[in-house]
Structures are given as structure tokens and as C-alpha cells.
């Protein structure tokens, strides 16, 4: 997720902008750049890496004095991280700084191509840059330039502009992306977040979709689209700079499932068109897709887990046999791989070593990979034949968990896609799958985050437990071993994933008198068979949590002690809501232990050693 700074008043703006942006790290960034207008001129200074990369050229360019600028820190969405990538861009009469995706960004360069313009970077941001540009070439007004460029522009975005000519203004509007607009009585201020403008004010506007925002030493401004007046409803907060970092959530995992609706928005809406999966890759989209005989995915941890969802969701739609594989084995165990098949490999940092050794061990067997990654640039997504991004925005508590999620929504969009190109799905299947995924995934999950005071309710009886077990049949025991991870590494209490069914063969002797045994019910064809696994252990004293579909409910007689009920959604969906509930459990126990939960011990955010 990108960050916006931008400053313009009695003050000089540079020392504004690049403690702006430091404040505003903790959103994940790999390049960052300034413009400040001084002496009629826009100067811009930008560079890939770290705010310090970017002080070490600022510090070796001319003296920037210029009372008004923007900074951006780049997390990449388009285009690697690079000098010429980052931002701000800049254009014959502009500079402009963007947090989001521009959608249409190659029907936008098309039509300016056709106005004679070109293209310095491969960015969304610099074809946005050039559409405002050349509206604001015919009328030579900022607001009437934003307005019609808004109008062509599809997708997310926050946008901060100063324009030549009128140098000592900011020009602010969003969608979708977050902005916030404040003055301090002697100077005005755009900014990503809250962090950013802390130490001037805590007074600020949360800036409304389609408002323009004209800031200046003075004051400000909002006009709607139509150029006229707005009004905008000031905001107060009492946060500290950490707490305003953290969103006012007492933690980063707690803050980052709250972005699973949005994340997933993020995943899917770009993805899908025409009512249709569409990834922009050829060999995805295209003939060779329907060539794969057969699928392996590979991954480590939460990653690993969700590709045994992708497993079962692959297999259920397109029929075709998907093998998921831990990393660190298959990179050593000489895997059986064929020319027709096709290696995932999945990764949210796209920097994990023994991920990274698979990727390379597929390529090296002449084997198409693909990856699914959340890090623009990273190793995974450079050395893999085709990639997907998730787009969820950077993950910073090491327990990963909107991560998982769209993950398994970039799964479930893939599964769709190979299976309509197997023939095993005709289109208006797909259609109605990814209509639902669209409409229903990120609302359930939101009513799923409702949950939160009864899954609190639950943790507080699973505070002391030592040992655990989570059980489920189907796509439920591959969601249980993601949500025994989850609560083992944060709360440091044993926990093992169960095929429901399997207990009896062995494990059942370890269900003793208050043995917390969470039991997951969102598959109607196996809910009955689970539920007997259910009174198996609960016959021993198993103090039994049910994670039950809202539709299960009632139909069978469950013999739980609490039962969260997941909101209601197409049972084939029903893994991104329970998922939710099931990360929120864990986060809460942890929680009420007292630990360390952003940074579980002995744990790292990348593992990039073997
Ligand atoms: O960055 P990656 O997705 O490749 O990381 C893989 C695992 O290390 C990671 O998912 C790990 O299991 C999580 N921190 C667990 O929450």
C-alpha cells in the first residue's frame, strides 16, 4: 500500500514530506520520491529502495527549499520497483502521487497515445498522470482537469497534484484508497493516514469519495466533480503515533483481518471480466491452460494450507488431479513432474528460500510455473513464468492472515478458469461462481468481523488449554490446519489439525475431560459424518467449540458446548467467513496470554534461509 504525503505553508515542505513518509513505513514500500515546487519549478527527486536511498540523493541534489510538495512511498503494483517507477510522476504540466490501481490503464495510454503522448515507466499512475495531464492542457484549471479525468478513470484510487502554475496548492481526490486532508492554522496537509500529519494536528478530514481538495497555506477547500462548494465533516482523534499506525487496533493481525473484505475486493474485482476470470496472462488465459494434465502446489506454512483449499476447489470444478506439496520436502524428494503439468507456487512475501528452491527445481524439470504472490518484484514473482498478485497490501504481524485469504480467493478464480478450459463448467457456471464470489465473499466476511465479542467470549475459555485439537471433514480439515497454525503460533498452545474421521485411529486416547476440541461444520455432505466424530469426543469430556454454516444449522443435532454460527454464504464460499472467525479466535487468545502477538518468538515475517 502506497503512502501520500503532501504539504504546502509558511514552512520549508521537504522535512514535512520525508518524516511524513517515515511515519507512513509501516505500510510496506520499495521506492520513494519528492516533488517540491520552488522558483516556478516543479523538482523532482525519487529512488528505489528505502527513505534513506532517497535522503542519500536528496542529500548529493540542489538544496529543495519550496514551501509546497508531495512524497509517495511506492508499494508496486504495476511495474517493478525501479527509480523510473516510483513516484511522484511528472508531466509537462503536473506531478502528480498515487495510492491504487488504475484498471483501464491500457485503454487510457491507447487513447494518449493517440494525443501524442509517450511513456517514460511501465506504471497505471503515470498514464492517470497524463490523462489529468492533457485535460488540464485545454482549460488550464485543476479542478475542471481532475473532474473530467475522474470520469474516464476505473478502479482505486488517491490522488495528490500540484500543478505548474499554480505551485503553491494541492490538489487532492480518492476513491477507494485513503486520504485525509488537515490545516494546522499555517499550513495544509494530504496524507494516507492519520501518522502522517500527528504532529501538527489531530484534527483532520476524511476526505469523501469524489471530493476534490484544494489546500493551500490559507486554507482549504473541497468542490464536487460540478466545481462546486462541499462540505466536509471534520474529524478529532486522541491516538499516538503507534496507535494511529495500527489504525487504533491494539495490534497489526487484528488490524490486517479487519482489510480481509477489502483485500479480497482488492483480489477479485480487477480479475474478473465480463462476469468472466481474466488474469491478463496469455498462457493463463489462453490454449495452454487447457493443456495441463495435472497440478502441483507448493508452498510452506499458511501459504502451504491455502493451497490445500486451491487443491479442493480445483479438483471439485475442473476435475483435474492436484497434488500440494510442502516446499522444503519437494525441492529434495525428486518429485515426479511432466511436461504437462503445471506448478503454483504460492508465497506472500515471494522471498521464502525453500518456495524459491521449488520454483527454481520445477523450472530446471522444463515445467510452466506460476506464481501467486503478494510482493511486487520479489524472487517468486521474478523467476516464475507467469504471476499473480494478490494485491492485498503489505502484511506486517508475522502471523499471516488476509494474506491466506486472498490467496485462496486467487485459488478459487483459478479453479474456475482451468475448469470452464477443461470443459468440466460451462459458462454460465462460471459466471454465476464469480458473480457470487464478487457479491457475497467480502459481505460475509464483514459480518463475520461482527462476530468478534462471541469468538472473544469463546478465547476466554481456551486461555489455559495446553493441547488442542481443531477437526473437520473435506475443505474443513484443510481450513483446520491453517486455523491450528494460526493458534499455535501466536499462542504458543499445542495445537493439531484432524481429519474428523481419523481421531479414532489413534489420537482419540489424548481426549481427556476438558480437552478444547474445535469442530468445523461448513460442508453439508460430510456434516453428518463430523458430527459424529463430534460425539465421539465429546462423550470423553471434550469441551467442543462448533464453527458452523448459518445453513447447518438446526439440521443436524450437534452436541457442542458454544457454536459460532459462520454468516451465511454459498456453501462452496464458505471457507472465507469461517476462515475470518477462526483467525479471530486465535488472535483473541493470544491476546488475552499477553503475548507478543505481531511477533510471535522464535518466528520471522520472511524465511529466506533454508
Ligand atoms: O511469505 P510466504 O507466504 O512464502 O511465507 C510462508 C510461511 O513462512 C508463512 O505463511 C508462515 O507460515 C506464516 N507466518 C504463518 O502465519
Redesign the pocket.
Known amino acids: 500500500m502506497c503512502g501520500i504525503i503532501g504539504y504546502t505553508g509558511s514552512k520549508k515542505s521537504l522535512p514535512i514530506l520525508i518524516e511524513g513518509l517515515r511515519t507512513l513505513e509501516y505500510r510496506g514500500y520499495d521506492s520513494a520520491g519528492v516533488t517540491v515546487a520552488q522558483d516556478g519549478c516543479l523538482v523532482t527527486v525519487k529512488s528505489r529502495g528505502r527513505l534513506t536511498d532517497l535522503e542519500a540523493k536528496l542529500s548529493s541534489s540542489g538544496e529543495l527549499y519550496g514551501s509546497a510538495g508531495i512524497g509517495h512511498t511506492r508499494w508496486a503494483t504495476h511495474g517493478e520497483p525501479s527509480d523510473k517507477n516510483s513516484h511522484p510522476h511528472s508531466t509537462e504540466h503536473l506531478t502528480l502521487v498515487h495510492n491504487g490501481i488504475i484498471e483501464n490503464y491500457a485503454e487510457i495510454e491507447e487513447m494518449l497515445r493517440g494525443a501524442g503522448y509517450d511513456f517514460v515507466s511501465e506504471t497505471d499512475t503515470e498514464r492517470g498522470a497524463k490523462l489529468v495531464d492533457m485535460f488540464f492542457a485545454k482549460s488550464n484549471d485543476p479542478i475542471d482537469a481532475i473532474s473530467r479525468a475522474i470520469k474516464v478513470i476505473r478502479g482505486s484510487y488517491a490522488f495528490g497534484i500540484i500543478f505548474k502554475g499554480f505551485e503553491d496548492t494541492v490538489y487532492a481526490i480518492r476513491k477507494d484508497s485513503p486520504l485525509i486532508v488537515a490545516h494546522d492554522g499555517e499550513g495544509g496537509f494530504i496524507a494516507s493516514d492519520i501518522p502522517a500529519i500527528l504532529k501538527y494536528t489531530s484534527s483532520y478530514y476524511r476526505l469523501d469519495e469524489g471530493i476534490i481538495a484544494k489546500v493551500s497555506t490559507e486554507k482549504l477547500e473541497f468542490f464536487a466533480p460540478d466545481g462546486s462548494a462541499a462540505e466536509q465533516k471534520l474529524e478529532t482523534i486522541d491516538w499516538d503515533i503507534e496507535q494511529a499506525q495500527k489504525g487504533g487496533f491494539p495490534h497489526f493481525m487484528i488490524k490486517e483481518i479487519n482489510e480481509e473484505p477489502e483485500a479480497l475486493r482488492k483480489t477479485l474485482e480487477p480479475r474478473i471480466r465480463n462476469g468472466l476470470p481474466h488474469f491478463g496472462i496469455e498462457a493463463i488465459d489462453g490454449e495452454l491452460l487447457s493443456q495441463f494434465e495435472s497440478i502441483h502446489i507448493v ?5 502451504m494450507h491455502a493451497g490445500l483449499i486451491g487443491k479442493a476447489i480445483i479438483e471439485k470444478l475442473a476435475r483435474i488431479p492436484v497434488n500440494v506439496e510442502i516446499a522444503s520436502e519437494f525441492r529434495y524428494r525428486d518429485p515426479i513432474l511432466r511436461k504437462r503439468d503445471l506448478v503454483i507456487l ?7 528460500a525453500d ?1 524459491l528452491a521449488a520454483l527454481r527445481h520445477a523450472k530446471a524439470q522444463g515445467v510452466y510455473t506460476l506464481a501467486i504472490v503478494n510482493v511486487i518484484g520479489s524472487s517468486v514473482a521474478r523467476e516464475a513464468d507467469s504471476v499473480l498478485y494478490t494485491w492485498a497490501g503489505p502484511e506486517i504481524a ?3 492472515t488476509k ?1 491466506y485469504s486472498v490467496q485462496c480467493a486467487m485459488l478459487y478464480l483459478l479453479a474456475v478458469r482451468i475448469a470452464l478450459a477443461a470443459g468440466a463448467i460451462d459458462e454460465p457456471r462460471a459466471r454465476q461462481i464469480c458473480d457470487t464470489m464478487l457479491s457475497d465473499i467480502p459481505t460475509a466476511v464483514t459480518e463475520a468481523l461482527k462476530l468478534d465479542r462471541q469468538i472473544y467470549d469463546v478465547a476466554t475459555k481456551l486461555v489455559a488449554a495446553e493441547h488442542l485439537f481443531y477437526i473437520g471433514r473435506d475443505v474443513d480439515f484443510a481450513l483446520s490446519t491453517e486455523a491450528s ?2 493458534l499455535k ?1 501466536i499462542s504458543y498452545i499445542h495445537s493439531e489439525a484432524y481429519a474428523a474421521g481419523e481421531l479414532k485411529h489413534g489420537t482419540i486416547s489424548l481426549v481427556t475431560d476438558g480437552t478444547p476440541v474445535i469442530a468445523l461444520t461448513t460442508v453439508g455432505k460430510v456434516c453428518e459424518k463430523t458430527v459424529s466424530g463430534i460425539r465421539e469426543v465429546k462423550s470423553r469430556g471434550a469441551y467442543v467449540v462448533c464453527v458452523c454454516a448459518q445453513g447447518l444449522v438446526g439440521k443436524y443435532d450437534i452436541p457442542c458446548d458454544d457454536m459460532i454460527v459462520v454468516p451465511e454464504i454459498d456453501e462452496l464460499l464458505a471457507t472465507f467467513p469461517a476462515v475470518t472467525v477462526l483467525q479471530l479466535l486465535a488472535y483473541h487468545v493470544s491476546a488475552l496470554k499477553g503475548l507478543d502477538v505481531d511477533k510471535p518468538r522464535n ?1 520471522a ?3 529466506t534461509v533454508e
Open positions: 508452498a510452506c506454512g499458511t501459504a504460492i508465497s506472500q512475501s515471494g522471498e521464502t518456495t508475522v502471523a499471516s494474506a497454525l494460526k503460533e518466528l515475517k520472511s524465511v
